[in-house]
């Protein structure tokens, strides 16, 4: 049999959480902002998948465990548009979107090199300006920062 022909089986999940609708190129950053690669359960990804939506997407599941709604503000942040399907005895239990909160602390840097958060001890918080395009303002310098400009606290 040919691998063109050849069929690839992951095995259906038990206990976790699957992330749908991850904007492909935005999984790797979804992997490090949830500190995946410190997690022993079984994690399965998958990208350039196709998307109606997004046209290109990605999807991960990761066995055993369930988000924090913290660390769904982080998915949030780097793929808006991404879904979570909770999984408990190879049922889904619960579909959540993800949703851009009005307020973001300790998760995102800011770009000023000047703010105090990026010279002391200070935790980061930003006022969200655009839920859609996923624009932030800093609490403390009032700096602006777009989606494409973010640089996540890992």
Do not use: W
Not at 109 to 136: A, M, Q, W, Y
């Amino acid at each position: 049999m040919s691998t063109e022909n050849q069929v690839k089986k992951v095995s259906a999940l038990r206990n976790g959480t699957v992330i749908d609708h991850i904007s492909a190129k935005d999984l790797f950053n979804v992997i490090s902002i949830l500190k995946l690669d410190k997690i022993e359960t079984q994690i399965t990804f998958g990208t350039n998948l196709g998307s109606n939506k997004l046209g290109k997407k990605a999807i991960i599941k990761i066995s055993e465990v369930f988000f924090k709604d913290e660390d769904i503000n982080k998915i949030a942040l780097v793929s808006p548009h991404a879904k979570l399907n909770r999984i408990k005895d190879f049922k889904v239990v619960e579909k959540r979107e993800v949703e851009v909160p009005d307020t973001i602390t300790g998760i995102v840097k800011c770009v000023n090199p000047k703010c105090i958060t990026n010279n002391e001890k200070v935790r980061t918080k930003f006022t969200v300006i655009d839920k859609d395009n996923v624009s932030l303002k800093c609490h403390y310098c009032e700096k602006n920062t777009n989606h494409e400009d973010l640089i996540y606290n890992l």
